[in-house]
């Protein structure tokens, strides 16, 4: 008799996962949108409140402080409390902040309501990819996550659809904006009710009748019955027969070590080039002789780049596996950073940069999709929790190091320290597990 992952794992993908990656994959765009908005924000004050570019640089990172400590905190939580309930609870943390932002009259105050939007967007994340990931069916597992994460793309182009139309319109454009991060508190809301709470956790917590129900409701929608056998712990219904569940593993055991420290160096590399560059891109333009609209459109068209770089790297991914698919996006990431910081002219800066945003967000997808299969079950969030929050240092250090940078060697050296970043995160990813078509481990 099949226990409740093998169960989970051998069904074809049906509407019932289509809500959950619908459901956690807008929560992902809203964060994405937030993410991209600041950027936006930034070129827009430094015109309007003429602020220096060690304060933009502030607003760029601080939020990203909040995140490295909401990835913790967010991961730890999960494996104690459940998933679903972490996802509805950042949701609206970060959403409530969010629309605080548009009020306020002063750097020092925008900079503490950013650390706070940072908390619950860091939360978030590895938990939505952990609870989409221990339900999608083990052929297209994968897959699945890197649709998820493709869910990213759209919040961006909506970011930048937002920053091209509605921040020029005046003044308090940028308010307006920032104002739309209000949607989240009421589509948390619609989280807490809608999405299901994670099996794995559910039988470590010993609630093995909602795990059951849990399975079943996926089992109905692709038109499955399952007979229990009551004989099998795992699919016991009650505490009585359950096997008693061995201590939780720690992400940095003699077992796991080695794949736990590629991770954390492929997090950290790509969000050093990431958000060293998506975070400025707009105020660089700017920098380049381009007006503030002009820059915003370039924007928007080097970010629709990013929904076929997924779509590829969601193909790529059971084709030619995790590891090669994130080590090649990487590469591709290097040469295209290489190239726009050699670019000067609008042509190649807006083909440079769609190609940066093609190979990027495609490492990314590859990335979420890789790190919930390197670990058990007690562990899958904290761990993939603990290499998001490593990364956020590099997200904070990135946008803090850009204008020391310029100064020191303009375009060219800010993007050649990026493409270095990349090869360097290609290199840790060629030393991953491969674990496509793999059962998730119990644990």
Sequence with gaps: MNTRTQRLDELPFTRKHGKLL????????????????ISFVMAALAVQWKLSSTELSWIGSIGFVGMAVGAVLGGLLADRIGRRQVFAVTLLIYGIATGATALVGSVALLLVLRFVVGLGLGAELPVASTLVSEYAPRKVRGRVVVALEAFWALGWILAALIGYFVIPLGDDGWRWALAVGLVPTLYAVAVRIGLPESVRFLERQGRYEEAEAAVRSFEESAGVTAAVDGGNADNAAGPDSATPQPPAESIWSPRLRSRTAALWTVWFCINLSYYGAFIWLPSLLVNQ????????????????????????????????????????????????????????????????????????????????AIGPELYPTSVRAAGTGAAAAFGRIASILAPLMVPWLLIGGGNALVFAVFAAAFLVAAGAAFTLPERAGMVLEAG
């Design 22 to 37: 619908l459901g956690s994959g807008v929560g992902w765009a809203l964060d994405a949108m937030d993410v991209g908005l």
């Design 289 to 368: 002789g381009f007006d503030l609209v002009k820059s915003f459109q370039y924007t928007l068209f080097i970010t629709l780049a990013q929904l076929p770089g997924y779509a590829v790297a969601a193909w790529l991914i059971e084709v030619w596996g995790r590891r090669s698919t994130l080590a090649t996006f990487l590469l591709g990431s290097a040469v295209a950073a290489g190239l726009f910081g050699l670019a000067d002219t609008p042509t190649p800066i807006v083909a440079a940069g769609m190609m940066l945003s093609f190979f990027n967000l495609g490492a990314w997808g590859a990335l979420y």
